[in-house]
């Protein structure tokens, strides 16, 4: 007899480690699988990086550290929001976390109530909605197409403001579509705001230094947003540290005494040694991690011109991140192979049985007319998986 709870029994499974799964199924029965469906950059982390993590065991760094994080490194954290973001965060506004993943779900568990209400521009990064579900809160969805490079607009953010909405969260770089919000796109979602003075907004920028075009911005340095803003960062993507599990918010310091809270009873705080690399990650320069964006640039432009050749595939051109967010809804209702296919979960899983290439259904995102397809992979097997996936469908 099902003994969970509800809620375990209503949260989804992740869609992206689901796929991942599958793949290592196929992989174990002998098949040559190519994963483009997993989203953590393919590099090492620097050296530098993992000679502060070696010296930090050598010095006997193993004891509890404060709950939100060393001051070291939340002096670190502070000046890269300074140095980056234009953003002056004090120390009682930094909470270090266990990956951007926890301190999102910190954010939730300490701002929602039930039934308030989330918007969420679509598409959103897999695990927003069910972090939010997790906690009570209710997702709106806010869906944008290839037409306007997958961005909410402010006509839309304004339909989707209700009595109920209590936040707004996205990522820019977005994950998976790869969208970046100009400060003028900003400005008028904040416009709106100004006539919402309680609403808060959650800005992913994790995927910051991921950006061919420039030009970052945040939120939270408009003065009239920055009391509303949390800022959420994170070493796993710019600097390849995915596993070492550290993320950082600059917030409001109510809101970031109350991660520290909630933190405070889950895990006691994030990994000793991960922490004190970090420090030597976030006072490098940028153009220490450059070669990795240069070299993710010429694979977004090697997957785009691959994908422009296949009939079906319609794609914006992402400005960071690395994925690529093609609309596919061309391919519904074909039988290819003695497959029929419907949706997009239909079409990932083709593709996976019949190119053995592995992508992620759109749907997981909140667009069941699209898949993501990562190219944090070598160009070799970029070239290799697009040809394959050609060749499944013609
Ligand atoms: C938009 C976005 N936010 C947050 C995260 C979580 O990052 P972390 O590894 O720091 O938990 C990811 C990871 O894929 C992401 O894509």
Redesign the pocket.
């Known amino acids: 007899m099902n003994q969970l709870s509800d809620r375990i029994n209503n949260l989804a499974t992740s869609a992206t480690l689901a796929m991942a799964a599958k793949a290592r199924e196929l992989r174990a029965e002998g098949k040559d699988i190519i994963g483009l469906s997993l989203?953590e950059p393919d590099f090492d982390t620097p050296d530098f990086i993992k000679d502060a993590a070696i010296e930090a065991v050598n010095q006997n760094y193993n004891s509890y550290t404060p709950v939100d994080g060393y001051v070291e490194l939340k002096e670190a954290i502070i000046t890269k929001f300074k140095r980056d973001n234009n953003l002056s965060y004090t120390l009682p506004q930094i909470v270090v976390s266990t990956?951007?993943?926890q301190a999102?779900y910190n954010i939730a568990s300490v701002m929602l109530n039930e039934g308030d209400e989330v918007i969420l521009p679509c598409p959103y990064?897999v695990s927003y909605s069910d972090i939010i579900k997790l906690n009570d809160g209710v997702p709106v969805e806010v869906k944008t197409s290839i037409e306007n490079d997958f961005k909410m607009t402010a006509a839309q953010l304004e339909a989707a403001i209700t009595p109920k909405t209590k936040m707004i969260w996205y990522?820019s770089p977005c994950?998976p579509s790869g969208s970046v919000y100009s400060k003028e796109e900003l400005r008028a979602l904040a416009d709106v705001l100004q006539k919402h003075p309680n609403i808060y907004v959650v800005s992913?920028e994790?995927?910051e230094h991921i950006n061919f075009k420039g030009g970052h911005f945040s939120m939270a340095e408009f003065e009239d947003m920055y009391d509303r803003t949390v800022t959420i960062n994170?070493v796993?993507k710019a600097f390849a540290m995915?596993g070492w599990r550290i993320?950082y918010i600059g917030a409001p310091d109510w809101i970031a005494r109350a991660c520290n809270k909630i933190q405070g009873q889950v895990t006691s705080g994030a990994n000793c040694i991960a922490q004190r690399a970090v420090i030597t990650a976030l006072e490098a320069p940028a153009s220490c991690v450059k070669y990795m964006v240069d070299e993710f640039k010429v694979r977004r432009k090697l997957i785009l011109d691959l994908l422009s050749e296949i009939e079906g595939f319609k794609s914006n051109e992402p400005e960071g991140a690395f994925y690529v967010f093609p609309n596919i809804s061309a391919y519904f209702g074909k039988t290819i192979k003695g497959k029929t296919i419907n949706n997009a979960s239909d079409f990932s899983l083709f593709l996976l049985e019949e190119a053995l290439v592995a992508t992620v259904t759109g749907e997981a995102f909140g667009n069941p007319d699209c898949i993501r397809i990562s190219y944090a992979a070598s160009q070799e097997q970029i070239t290799e998986a697009i040809k394959r996936i050609k060749a499944a469908l013609s």
């Open positions: 989203g990956g951007a993943k999102l990064w990522s994950n992913d994790i995927y994170g796993s995915t993320g």
